[in-house]
Every structure is written in C-alpha cells, then in structure tokens.
C-alpha cells in the first residue's frame, strides 16, 4: 500500500476523529486555566501541526493539556496572560535544549509515583474549580480557597442542568454499543449546547473576538525577579517535558508500529512550544487522551497529528461563531469528568502494592495544598529517602533449626545496617553451631569488618561459623579481592556453584539440593510477584517458541520475568501446519498452545527463536533419526526447512531457515493469520548463537542474520 493511500484510507479518518476530541477539551482547558479561549486552540493547531512533523512519535497528539491547567492559571495570576506567553516560549526553548543534549530520557527517572500523584493533585484542582463553572460562577485560582467557597456558591440552576447533561454523557456514552466511534467529549458538548438553543437558557457561552487572529495576544517580557522568571521557565518545560515522554512512552505500548524517539520528541515539543507562546498559545504537551484516540481510531503514520490541526485551523477561521453557542458549564462538565480520571483507583492498588502509597498521598496533598511544584518537589524528596532507606536496608532473620542457628542476611550491606546485623548476631549463644547465609548484592568495608571480627570473636569463643553466599561478598574480602559494584543472580549451573560453594567433587542430588536452594535463597524474593500473577492471572507479552535444548535458556536470553513469557519448548522449535479438521493428537500440544496464547491470552508478539550447534537441525541434515522412531517422524515437520537450503550442509544456514518456515506455519492458523491482519499480532524470528551468547533476528527472505545493534 502506498503512502498516499495509506493516508487516504487511514489517517484521514483518524485526523477527523481526533479534531472532534480536541476541540471542547482545547476550549475547556483555557477556560481552567484562565486563558483566553483562543489560546487553547492555538495550542491545538500548533500541537498538532509542530509536533507531527518534527516529534520523535509517529502516533502521539499534542495540544493544550490539562495536567497544565494548574501552573498556567498560576503564572497567569503571578505575572499575566502576555507574559505567561513570553514564559512559554522560554520552556520551549529549554526543552529544545534538553533534546539536543540527549539528556531528554532523563526526565523519565521521575518516580511514577509522584507522576501520578501530581496528576491526582491536578484533577482534584480542576474538579473543584470547575464545580464552581457548573454552579454558575467562576473559578478562582486556589484550590483551597475554591473549596471553602463551594458551600457559599449561589446556584444558578440553567448552568447546573447543562453541567448535569455534560457530566451524564461523558459517563454514559462509552458505555453505549459502538459509541466511540464519536468521541464522548464531542457528544457532551453537542447535547448539552442543544439544550441550551433549544431551551434558551440564560447561561454563560463561549466568547470570542469577532476576527479570531484579533484576539491573540503577543508575548511581552516579565517582569519580576529573574529567579521567579526563571523558575516558571523550567517549571513549565519540566512538567511538559514528563508529561509528553510518558504519554509517548504509553502510546508507544498501544500499537506494533515504531518506537518513540524520546530526544526527538522533547525537540518537537519545544519547538511547539515556542511556535504556540509566539503567536499567543497555552502551552503544548503530549496529551494520552488525543493520542489513544488516534491510535484506536486507526492512524500509520504522522500526518494524522498534522491533518488534525489543519482541520482545527481551518474551523477556527471560518466556522469560529458555531463555538460561541457553547455554554461554559458544558465544558466545566467535560473538565470535571477529564480531572476525576486523573484520580486513577487503580494506580492506588499498584502504588500500594510496591510500598509507594505514602509517595503517592505525600505529592497528591502537596499539589493540592501548595502547589504543583512545590507538592512534585515534596513528592520527589520523599520518593529519594525512601530509596535511599531501601538501598541501604539489610534484612536479617535469625532462628533456631535442627540444633544449629541460621541467621538469614538479604539485601545490600552497608554501614547503615552494620548495628542491626550486629545486634542480632550477638543475641546467639555462645558456643553454637551457626549458619551465616548472605544473599546480598553488595557489602561495604563496614559489613566485612563487623561480620569477620564478629565471626573471629565467636569461634574463639568455641563456636562454629559456616558462611553460605552465592555472591562470594564475604569470601573476596577475606581473600583481599573485595567487590566493587552491586551484582546479578548466578546465572551459571547450579552444579558448578555447589562445587566451588560446598566444595565437593561431585554433586549430591542436583534436582532437590537446587529447589531447596531456590526456597531458601530466592523464593521470598519472588513471592510476591508470583502471589500478584496468581491473583490476577498472566498477561504475557509474548509466545516463545524455542528448542528444548539445555543451552538455552528463554527467560535469561529475553530479560523476562514471571507472567511475561508463555514458551513452548520442542525439538528443533517447529510449529507443524495446521491442517483443518486434523482430528490426529500427535502435533496437537503445539497448536493448542498457539490457539491459547492468541485466542484466550492475546499475546502481541510470537518469538520463533533457533540457535547455533542444534542437534535436531543436525539430525535433519544428516538423516540420522532412524525411521519408525517418534524423532524421525517429529523431524518430517522440518522437511520444509531442509528444501529451502537444498544442496547445502550449512548447519546453521539451516538453522536460520528453520526459524523463517516456522513463522510461515504459524500463518496457517486462522487465529494467527487474523489477529496479524488485524495489526493485533506480530512475528519475529530469532537465533541465539551459544558461542557468543548474542541474540540475532533472522531476515524470513534470505535467512540473514541481523545484529540487533543495527536496530538501535
């Protein structure tokens, strides 16, 4: 399909649907914020057009957001709407900077704890503002100062009705079959803008100027201190700047397309930025709500953020007195709805799950009751105490068992931990046998020397010291070699790590000496991961499909943990062909397992991974299964690999050729191929060389291998 039809056919579409959207959520948001009305949509025409062409995400929308809506209001109260202007052009700028310099992805270390406490502080703000739209007043700038006057608020019950209605359409329209084909924000306003014509309700609209371009205010330079001027500068390029790489990093997690690139999306952003404060705009970010509407509504490429702010100018300059027939209660409703879904129940479940609730709650009322940035600023120092606190935290355990005492030592030892390890140890009586076991991933000068003297002091008194670790902290300090840098988990064999740990020369039952390790060293460390998949079940994000051969390992070659990973295993990683009404059981495992993965847990990505020096493939080109055996017949399923490399005795030529007809089996499921044409499903083939322990992907057409730097 061509460029051009692609367009046509699908971003066109997309770009009509996203204009919907944006148009009631520009206006609202420069209402918040005490804008002129204008300048929303400027920020909208200037989002979408600046940061189509130039940003790092192909999918993303940007426009005026309403996670701004708070600092705009403020700076405009501090220093006034011509100069709030001037600032933004000064963010721009800065994040322009930021992107050149590569340091973009920084922005990205914020704890999502405090992202998503300001975003809870900021919809909180924006629903008891708009309260007061709804009620038939105005807003004022503090959110405190709003809240005690909401009981005071003289109703004015025409604007209550057209809130109401706003308010019950957003809510319910999603829930009505085949209803987001029309954007809920866009149904709401329409209906409620009705019942006001239609009714003539004397309540406050939309105004203004009656030549839009007469209405925009240049930016003038601020006056005030520098330190402030300068603070609203980052203030609003930090807060942008976070704001539009998460929401880029999100889309990117909402299609199969290119992955964003953040630097580049920080330039777009600023020069939108600079673009929209120049001509009297709010200022721009990236905006999820706008962005998965264009992911959902179908888009490929760029030009539908583009065309989006074309249509957005276009309306503004001809059809501009159809919005001064909205009232302001209308998208006071739309607001309040956006702001309470800021609040989201179910980042507070997540949050408390991984002990960042307290974060959470702290940069919430922070927000609320000082500010945006002084309630981030709060959130962010208790977020780095908090890490500091678990950076430096030792866990220790000591019980009794069998007659000898085990003292169970976990995490990273440093001098902070020092007195507890210490104080636990001396609690052991003296002349006991005790089994010292450190799972940790570092140890400080501090820890050796309080461990050894105490270690020295105990077995001159007649006791006994056994040290267990797999890290060898301990045993490298003693031996003058200490560590210098935190490490993995062993990833060797577990019959290597008994020698060199136990020294013994041989093994004493591998298979229950390494799963009473694994409880002993490492399965409280990944309960609770597991207790969470068992409760939720799994949501893997991939299919592997790989060789039973020992050397591979999927999980270690793919970085994937628990509930992320559902693999199939067999000789020489085949699929066999479906073949329709095959009532035979004997290839059966594989396609229920591939009907399972797409049909019941809709995995977005199958692996079909091979590797180098496998033994089916050398049987395969060898012919060395002998016939009748279930391996010769199991091999027939690769016949197809062996005639697209015909003539060659290439072993790994034909490895990777395996991998590539494999991907073409997939395809002849029905779930597989319908779930790929639906943009649903994607396949990658892989082959994981054992000599270099580096993974490659396998071009389906000529069988090359491709380095994955050369993606980067």
């Not at 000898?404 to 636990?424: A, I, M, N, P, Q």
Request: glycine share 10%; net charge negative; hydrophobic share 50%.
């Amino acid at each position: 399909m061509s460029r051009v039809s692609t367009v046509l056919r699908h971003d066109l579409p997309a770009s009509f649907v996203v204009f919907l959207i944006s148009i009631p959520l520009s206006l609202g948001i420069a209402a918040a914020s005490g804008a002129p009305l204008i300048a929303g949509l400027v920020a909208a025409v200037v989002g979408g057009i600046v940061v189509g062409a130039l940003g790092g995400s192909a999918f993303q929308v940007s426009g005026p957001a309403a996670g701004m809506t708070i600092i705009v209001a403020g700076m405009i109260d501090q220093f006034g709407w011509p100069a709030t202007a001037a600032i933004t052009v000064g963010a721009g700028v800065v994040q322009i900077l930021l992107g050149i310099t590569k340091v973009g992805r920084l922005a990205l270390s914020l704890s999502p704890a405090v992202v998503h406490g300001m975003l809870a502080g900021i919809g909180v703000t924006i629903v008891v503002g708009q309260l007061h739209v709804v009620l038939g007043g105005t807003a004022d700038g503090d959110v405190l100062t709003n809240l005690s006057q909401l009981p005071t608020q003289v109703p004015v019950w025409g604007a209550v009705l057209i809130g109401a209605i706003a308010i019950l359409t957003m809510v319910l329209w999603p829930k009505v079959p085949r209803g987001n084909i029309v954007p809920a924000p866009l149904v709401a306003v329409t209906v409620a803008t009705g019942l006001a014509v239609v009714t003539q309700l004397n309540v406050t609209t939309v105004h203004l100027p009656d030549l839009p371009l007469e209405g925009l205010a240049l930016p003038e330079m601020p006056s005030g201190g520098a330190l402030a001027i300068g603070l609203a500068v980052v203030t609003v390029a930090l807060v942008a700047s976070v704001e539009s790489l998460l929401s880029a990093v999100a889309v990117d997690k909402m299609h199969n397309g290119p992955r964003a690139d953040l630097d580049r999306e920080l330039i777009g952003q600023g020069a939108a930025n600079a673009v929209s404060g120049a001509l009297g705009g709010l200022p721009v970010t990236g905006v999820i709500v706008r962005s998965s509407t264009n992911v959902a509504a179908g888009a490929r490429t760029r030009a539908s953020s583009i065309l989006h702010g074309v249509w957005i100018a276009l309306f503004v300059l001809f059809l501009a007195h159809v919005l001064e027939l909205i009232p302001m209660a209308a998208l006071a409703g739309v607001l309040i709805v956006v702001g309470a879904r800021l609040v989201h129940a179910g980042h507070l479940k997540c949050l408390k799950l991984h002990g960042e609730l307290a974060v959470y709650a702290v940069t919430v009322l922070g927000v609320i009751v000082l500010g945006l940035l002084e309630g981030v600023a709060i959130g962010v120092a208790v977020a780095v105490v908090r890490a500091l606190y678990r950076l430096a935290h030792t866990s220790v355990r000591v019980e009794q068992q069998d007659g000898e005492w085990c003292v169970d030592v976990g995490g990273s030892l440093v001098f902070l931990g020092v007195g507890k390890l210490v104080r636990e140890l001396r609690r052991i009586p003296v002349g006991q046998k005790v089994v010292l076991q450190l799972h940790i991933d570092f140890m400080d000068h501090a820890a050796f020397e309080a461990i050894d003297d105490w270690r020295t002091g105990y077995e001159r008194r007649g006791g006994q010291v056994e040290v267990h670790e797999k890290d060898t902290w301990y045993s490298r300090a003693r031996d003058g070699e200490p560590g210098r840098r935190k490490t993995i988990p062993w990833v060797g064999r577990w019959t290597d790590w008994e020698r060199r740990t136990f020294r013994m020369p041989e093994p004493r039952e591998p298979v229950l000496d390494g799963a009473l390790e694994f409880e002993r060293m490492s399965a409280h460390l990944i309960r609770p991961f597991l207790a969470e998949l068992a409760r939720n079940g799994q949501r893997p994000e991939q299919l592997f499909i790989t060789c039973a051969d020992s050397r591979v390992l999927p999980n270690l070659i793919m970085s994937s943990g628990p509930g992320e990973q559902f693999c199939v295993r067999n000789i020489g990683n085949l699929v066999p062909v479906h073949i329709e009404s095959d009532e035979s059981e004997e290839d059966s495992s594989v396609g229920a397992a591939i009907e399972f993965a797409v049909d019941v847990l809709n995995v977005p990505t199958i692996v079909v991974c091979g590797h180098s020096h496998c033994g089916a493939m050398k049987a395969l080109l060898s012919g060395s299964a002998e016939p009748g055996t279930r391996l010769h017949s199991w091999l027939r399923n690769a016949t197809s690999s062996l005639a697209r490399v015909d003539g060659t005795d290439d072993l790994e030529l034909l490895a990777a050729a395996n991998v590539a007809q494999q991907l073409d089996n997939l395809r002849t499921y029905p779930s597989v191929r319908k779930a790929e044409a639906q943009g649903k499903l994607r396949l990658v083939g892989m082959y994981f060389d054992l000599a270099e322990a580096r993974v490659y992907l396998v071009d389906p057409d000529d069988f090359r291998l491709v380095q994955l730097e050369s993606l980067a």
